[in-house]
């Protein structure tokens, strides 16, 4: 089932990645889970392939969403520095299975927010829209 939901994950970020490719606009990808944080891109023009970077994205228990939280709000406030004109769009893909707590954590006024759950249990949760809502985000549910 987490191979799955990853497997999913990874198509969300393809289709995503072609976009914004076409679109010829930069991107940064931040992965989060087993307990650990990592930019595979950060603020860059969008690879033409992305096959590479996504496989070497791996499933694991621990999602460190708080660390992931609070990493996308410093760089928010550091593009934001950088280039105040510039649009920014979030897009969290999680199933937002964790025991963090988030209620203190604001991303900042200027960017998108969508929260993409990607939740792929037989018992729903529903805490990707739960998130999504405390983070003033647009909410996309999972696709049936």
């Known amino acids: 089932m987490a191979q799955q939901q990853l497997s999913d994950a990874k198509a969300i970020v393809q289709s995503l990645c072609e976009y914004f490719y076409q679109q010829r606009q930069k991107i940064s990808l ?77 991303l900042i006024d200027n960017a998108e927010v969508y929260v993409l759950d990607s939740e792929n249990s037989a018992i729903k949760l529903n805490k990707a829209q739960q998130l999504a809502k405390r983070l003033g985000a647009i909410f996309i549910g999972k696709a049936k």
């Open 30 to 106: 931040l992965t989060f889970g087993n307990q650990q944080c990592q930019w595979l891109i950060r603020h860059s023009k969008t690879p033409m392939d992305m096959v590479p970077i996504l496989s070497a994205i791996q499933a694991g228990g621990g999602t460190p969403l708080r660390r992931a939280l609070l990493r996308i709000s410093a760089y928010l406030i550091k593009r934001k520095h950088l280039a105040p004109a510039e649009k920014q769009k979030i897009f969290l893909i999680t199933d937002a299975r964790s025991r963090d707590k988030v209620e203190d954590i604001n």
